[in-house]
């Protein structure tokens, strides 16, 4: 009891301190941003709320610092030795970690999660400490965020998911039972408290009805905070396997942009080009054949040209097939080709150009 009363003594000189806002006014200024975040109808993620929220954290971390400097707390001492006026500090950290799950920025959401979990484990380690609850609860497991597989493994813990043996089914049957407990006692207590607060909120409570008041605060949180740190580890490996899909993709070579293509106008062949350039100087002209090699040289089109080159080489080969024709006939001398050939220039030395060509000439 001489500790409590030092400890009294202590923190009236720090509320006495007109260049520092009391530790009670920093809790209650705390708790009351929390419960109007928790009731507006205005988005948590709009500016105004998140200002709020960070000026309770920024409260409540505050005062959280004077409470260890007092030293209000020992583990020591039984929950009959703290002050009636004390027991609301015990809250500090369920209310930062609250707070702290109010944020909304997306890229330290893990971080934020993280330390929220270690606010909400602080204030249960605590509670368990002074026995606050009736019926004994379990602290969840520690994460094992810095451990390494093998560490894991050696500590029972496989990163491997293995099929469910019938103590795991045993142990998930009765996670679900207490479960059900926390949520059947949460109701219980709020309704409790819904009776307690009017004789507080009145200023006609006494130390008893003011000890029960935030004692069954605290036990309400420590259901809170169970329940509040099973969905955070959910939610944390959710985003562990987000983070390690954004990496990976990151290491993924990124695919080369092609540059976009400039404006040109196309045209049938070169003088049709030169025409359009003159009419319109600032826009590139191109052929159809050379916008066909362009392209075929940055491998956008495949050569759809091969079925036009083979034609063309096919009239060539039936032209020069010709031509050795006429060059054997001559050389052989076929008698019939050489006599249409000799009419033919008798007929052109006698006929001159243009010759029967009279009609309509008068």
């Known amino acids: 009891m001489a500790e409590c009363e030092n400890s009294n003594d202590v923190r009236q000189l720090v ?3 007109a260049e520092h806002p009391k530790l009670s006014d920093l809790l209650d200024r705390g708790w009351k941003i929390l419960e109007e975040v928790d009731s507006t109808n205005e988005a948590l993620g709009s500016n105004s709320i998140q200002v709020r929220v960070k000026r309770g954290m920024s ?3 505050e005062a959280s610092r004077m409470v260890a400097q007092l030293d209000l707390f020992s583990r020591n001492e039984e929950l009959e030795e703290i002050a009636t006026a004390d027991l609301k500090y015990l809250l500090l950290p369920a209310l930062l970690g609250a707070l702290t799950m109010k944020q909304t920025s997306r890229d330290k959401r893990l971080e934020t ?6 606010y909400f484990m602080d204030f249960l380690r605590r509670c368990k400490e002074y026995n606050i609850t009736s019926s004994q609860f379990e602290l969840p497991k520690a994460t094992n965020e810095n451990t390494s597989p093998d560490e894991a493994s050696e500590n029972g813990h496989s990163s491997a998911k293995s099929v469910p043996c019938s103590s795991d089914l045993v142990s998930m049957a009765a996670q679900r039972q207490a479960k059900i407990e926390r949520y059947r006692q949460k109701k219980d207590l709020e309704a409790r408290l819904s009776d307690v607060r009017r004789a507080v909120d009145s200023g006609q409570a006494d130390d008893e009805v003011s000890r ?7 036990r309400r949180w420590v259901a809170l905070c169970l329940d509040e740190i099973e969905s955070i580890d959910q939610e944390a490996e959710i985003l562990k396997k987000m983070d390690g899909l954004k990496q990976g993709a990151a290491k993924q070579p990124a695919q080369p942009v092609r540059p976009p293509m400039k404006p040109f106008i196309l045209t049938k062949d070169a003088v049709q080009a030169q025409v359009f350039g003159a009419g319109y100087p600032s826009l590139p002209t191109m052929t159809v054949d050379d916008w066909y090699e362009q392209q075929k040289s940055h491998g956008v089109l495949p050569d759809h040209r091969i079925p036009r080159k083979l034609a063309v080489e096919e009239d060539t080969d039936a032209k020069d097939r010709e031509e050795e024709e006429k060059e054997k006939q001559a050389e052989n001398d076929d008698e019939e080709s050489l006599l249409k050939a000799r009419n033919w220039d008798d007929w052109k030395d006698t006929h001159h150009r243009g010759y029967g060509n009279r009609h309509n000439m008068g």
């Not at 999660?113 to 270690?118: F, G, Q, T």
């Not at 029960?212 to 605290?218: A, G, I, K, S, T």
């Open 15 to 17: 509320n006495s301190d």
């Open 59 to 61: 409260m409540l971390e």
């Open 113 to 118: 999660v993280r330390a929220a979990r270690a």
């Open 212 to 218: 029960e008041f935030y004692l069954l605060n605290v």
